[in-house]
């Protein structure tokens, strides 16, 4: 069965530093993997995702992540962070082969921006 | 057009009523989906839509009915909650239920307090 597993419930960073929120997944197939954002009171959106084409994702707001199979990973980063990042990130895997839409969610982490 | 839109916002509804959430999209998407999500804690998958019809139920109870019109309309309707049930109630939809890349679109949810 497909699932991820995300490492700190809570990070907190200062503005301008390195943001890394760590992501595993344990997959008995070929994962698809997405990472979204909720701000409060909001709904999600897609941060980006990884579909097999390119190890290295981009996605919007200067977020990218690195699928690393050796490590089972996919840990999202961003050089420079910026007060508006503070947010819960989740990172989602697809149930199965056949079952696009249908996510996994890890437990969250919520990302905490120290002027 | 990459909007999500539900309606209500906000719900607070007594035990012994009847009301109903709504979700519309209008990217041509034929998969539709309801998510709960409880106060820190990731979404949960509760029904699947795929083109019109029912695919997934996810064991919800019968006092979540959900119904799709058309395939732009997605409803739950509600009848006799428990306090329990108060969560934040997330339609998304994706452009099919299959494809196991395919990114799904969220709404900005239904808040919904039960009394």
């Known amino acids: 069965a497909q699932s991820v597993t995300q490492l700190g419930s809570h990070v907190s960073v200062s503005e301008g530093a390195l943001v890394l929120l760590r992501c595993n997944y344990s997959?008995?197939?070929?994962?698809?993997l997405f990472w979204y954002v909720q701000y409060p009171n909001q709904g999600l959106q897609l941060l980006l995702k990884?579909?097999?084409?390119?190890?290295l994702v981009k996605g919007i707001n200067g977020f990218e992540a690195e699928f690393k199979k050796s490590e089972t990973s996919f840990h999202l980063t961003k050089p420079s962070a910026h007060m508006s990042d503070a947010a819960e990130y989740f990172c989602a895997v697809t149930r199965g082969r056949n079952q696009g839409g249908k996510l996994i969610f890890g437990q969250g982490t919520e990302l905490s921006v120290k002027p | 057009d990459t909007e999500v839109t539900q309606t209500p916002k906000h719900l607070v509804m007594g035990m012994t009523n009847k009301k109903s959430l709504k979700c519309e999209q209008h990217m041509g998407h034929r998969a539709m989906y309801w998510y709960k999500q409880k106060a820190k804690k990731p979404p949960e998958l509760m029904f699947v839509?795929?083109?019109?019809?029912?695919?997934i139920n996810e064991s919800v109870p019968s006092r979540f009915s959900p119904e799709c019109p058309n395939s732009s309309l997605l409803n739950l309707h509600l009848h006799a909650l428990q306090p329990e049930d108060s969560a934040l109630y997330l339609c998304?939809?994706?452009?099919?239920?299959?494809?196991?890349?395919?990114?799904?679109?969220f709404g900005q949810g239904t808040r919904l307090t039960v009394v």
């Open positions: 998304a939809s994706s452009q099919d239920g299959t494809r196991p890349n395919t990114e799904a679109f």
């Open positions: 839509y795929s083109y019109e019809k029912l695919s």
């Open positions: 997959s008995s197939v070929p994962p698809y």
């Open positions: 990884y579909t097999s084409a390119a190890t």
